[in-house]
């Protein structure tokens, strides 16, 4: 399998995972950075990620415009991921979902923090775009770069942000990462939204997160994409 | 296929995928206009949503008496099918469901709003029927048609309504856009119910919920509809 | 098919559904009285309930002495069934359970009420009974007939009834009757959790109750059956 | 199959049970005492738990040190195993899992006590290790002797520990007993969480969770086993 063949083929994997993990649905998507020219990105036609083959993956310049497109129709929300990769040089695999934990969290003004070592890789705490801010009222998608990079400036250095109204992005180093992040900010999420039921909750202290992060390394992550390559029925490689 | 064949097709699997997605159990059905005469529909006999097969599809007035039965019982609920394309000539598909999430807010003064962009279609807010208001103590179930009119005229021009006691009710345009309300009514529910308990909740503004909503076309619903056929073990008709 | 090898056939199909439905883990159990013989009443050997085939059923005297072991062990709680058939003629079979969302209400001093139709079942008000009020600390369990029988007193007349820190007990006019009134007492414990989250609780009135109840016959019923048949891949009869 | 043959057998069946009802995902460990040398512990190499093979299970001393590791990476946290083993004849089998109920109660000053007779097993209530008390900002893992003696020594003679943002650890007299506490641990948790919102909860008396612990004997234990079994697609083996 040659370079870009290999990466297509963890894209599809990638989104098979997070389908498979219930990050999700019909809807929501994975990118990658182009392997061969970092002023490109691979990511799939408009399709639900479960039912995703190589062929519908597409090659994107920074700016959404589509390579190649040979009649396949891009997903709206691309300039998401142009907007990541024009800002973040340490950003090769971008995340935009609509997982069910995180959305109420982004409808109150509660922020997500590390609640346990799982989740430290989501960044000390996850801060909240609202496009109605600079935007006003639209149908919540980021459906141009404007958007996309008001979004990325939220973000600034960090690995998450919620959306308003919409669902979570997150900018990985790699596909692997970014999966790792997607999964672990849902059950974070999840798990928050339990413990502060029950009152005051003690978050990991901040040197927690940053030593949990410091280790954060392909070895632990390699360890869950194995098991999830096999839960999504997926062929597993050695990294 | 015919296109009355086609239509009948559609609708089994409008059944298999509200049973998969969890929008019905042994209750619970779809029905749609008929094609060739708006006088029509077509619901199943009797029988739970994941077994309907198209021997089971029969055919109504829409005062619910059935055209040619030939032996197979009826739904008892047929009347909330029949009320509302007897009201509503822009609707073709209609749901009756007792999904979950919403049974909690039919028995609350909580109101069902889109608190995301996936959520939008069920539209402003979703009003609450109560079969007691007009017909006291009954077995809660819609068994004639002034009890079929009574909902129908609660739901006005809207595409949903809760019913107190009891579950649900989703008109929409065709059999894939009442299915994709059915399955994101749920899930709005079970969001909102998480974010209520953060403290309050941000919904969606006015113009936000009429922006998505002008904007929720067959281009989208399709993308959901090939991941659900999947998911159901069912046929995906491009369409 | 015998009638007594057609009823032990549907007790290993009640078995496997509430496994399926989530109404039984490894513990649990149900029971039917003896077609020919009202003094008995057949259960399996100590086993979990999916995993249980015709040879696993035994036939007990109402004392809950076993007719003909053959080396088989019993369920040390048979004297829950025992004492209700020996109460009750209205009786014909009996589920225990440690289905999830009624413990906690076993555990509070909030009662289970019919929150919607299905649930209506359950009837007005589902009893806690208590083991400590009179039998002290015990390990929780129904090992002897006084308990039994005590257990049966408090349900009086009623179809439920919470153990504290245990379970539930339901009895019903057959098998099909005593699984769906299970299965349903679940669904409600699980919505009136929910609802009691948003404040007051509109449940069914006493009048709706009383008239479901008096709906919910075998045609209803039967069309659960064979739906949850399907989903615990066995064989649905036609009743 | 000789007995460290069926030892590492069963030990292969705890990780896929644990991993199949949610105790661990792709981490978290179960390891088991020698049965031929008290001063050594058997555990898999890391490697997700339910992709795990008989040929994964690597040897340790007490301390840590892989006996013949033949190029398999060990698990960091094999130390909780270690020292648990070292401090507690009674201990035959320990396990290491973040699962989701009881990661809320870890970071809140709520405990966990057992609600119903399934939950006895963990102890009267279950105590919270910090690592954060002795040493400060660490990654939260068990990384060395130090820490595994500290949580060693919190859990005395228990059953049952939280650990702080992280997870619980679990001890047994065997497999089967350590992987039915570690299940109704995360059970009793669910349903703890559940019932402390309906208000004051009334837990099991001490004198019930005594009876109850001291009736959990391998005939109860082996009829769940023989169960989740089943559900792993794992031979069941009578003892």
């Known amino acids: 399998m040659g370079k870009l063949e290999y990466v297509i083929d963890e894209l599809v994997t990638g989104n098979r995972i997070l389908a498979r993990e219930g990050v999700v649905d019909s809807f929501g998507h994975i990118s990658v950075r182009h392997p061969n020219n970092p002023q490109r990105f691979l990511l799939s036609r408009a399709r639900a990620p479960d039912l995703i083959e190589p062929a519908d993956v597409m090659e994107f310049a920074l700016d959404g415009t589509p390579v190649d497109a040979r009649g396949r129709a891009p997903y709206l929300e691309r300039f998401i991921h142009g ?3 024009e800002a973040r040089s ?8 609509h997982s069910e934990s995180v959305i109420p969290f982004g409808a109150s003004n509660k922020r997500i ?3 346990f070592h799982m989740g430290a890789s989501i960044g000390h705490e996850v801060p909240v775009w609202d496009s109605h801010d600079h935007f ?16 990325a400036k939220l973000m600034g250095k960090g690995a998450t942000a919620l959306m308003r109204g919409h669902g979570a992005t997150v900018a990985g180093r790699n596909i692997r990462h970014a999966v790792y992040i997607s999964i672990y900010l849902e059950v974070n999420a999840r798990l928050q939204q339990q413990a502060m039921q ?8 901040a040197g927690e997160v940053d030593n949990v992060i410091a280790r954060t390394a392909s070895f632990g992550i390699n360890r869950a994409w194995e098991n999830w390559c096999r839960r ?6 050695v990294e």
């Open 83 to 85: 907007a990541l990769y």
């Open 113 to 115: 923090k590390p609640i």
């Open 136 to 151: 006003g009222d639209t149908s919540l998608l980021v459906e141009n770069m404007d958007m996309g990079r008001d979004l």
């Open 198 to 205: 029950m009152g005051d909750v003690k978050f990991l202290t």
């Open 232 to 237: 999504a029925g997926r062929p597993f490689h």
């Open 90 to 97: 340490d950003v090769n695999s971008v995340v935009h979902n």
